[in-house]
């Protein structure tokens, strides 16, 4: 699987972007997907991931209420929109996909950057 993440840019504090994570082969639709992202000097952390079949779905309280995953697996298209941009979001986001779950990524796109001015 690979994937490719875009969708990032400059969004004013208390706006919304949505990122895209676009996926190839058919397995996409076999794998949980998620969204992580890493500030400056932090650690990568998960922010929102769901299942193969949209079923169930995870996000950390840092973003959750403000941030809604989706998936399309007929498109092999993972989608994170974000809504209500605080400066504390910006970062390079990323998305990820694990064959067991979303707790061990197997598959990584490349990073978007994200930044939100206040």
């Known amino acids: 699987v690979q994937l490719q993440a875009s969708g990032g840019g400059l969004v004013q504090a208390g706006g919304s972007l949505r990122l895209s994570c676009a996926g190839s082969?058919?397995?996409?639709?076999?794998?949980?997907l998620a969204w992580f992202r890493q500030a400056p000097g932090e650690e990568r952390e998960l922010i929102a991931a769901?299942?193969?079949?949209?079923?169930?779905?995870y996000y950390s309280d840092s973003v959750k209420g403000r941030f809604t995953i989706s998936r399309d697996n007929a498109k092999l298209t993972g989608y994170l929109q974000m809504n209500n941009l605080k400066p504390d979001d910006t970062a390079v986001y990323y998305c990820?996909?694990?064959?067991?779950?979303?707790?061990?990524?197997?598959?990584w796109g490349q990073g978007t950057q994200v930044t939100v001015s206040s």
């Open positions: 082969g058919r397995d996409f639709s076999s794998y949980a």
């Open positions: 990820g996909q694990g064959t067991t779950g979303w707790g061990t990524m197997d598959f």
């Open positions: 769901i299942s193969w079949s949209g079923s169930h779905s």
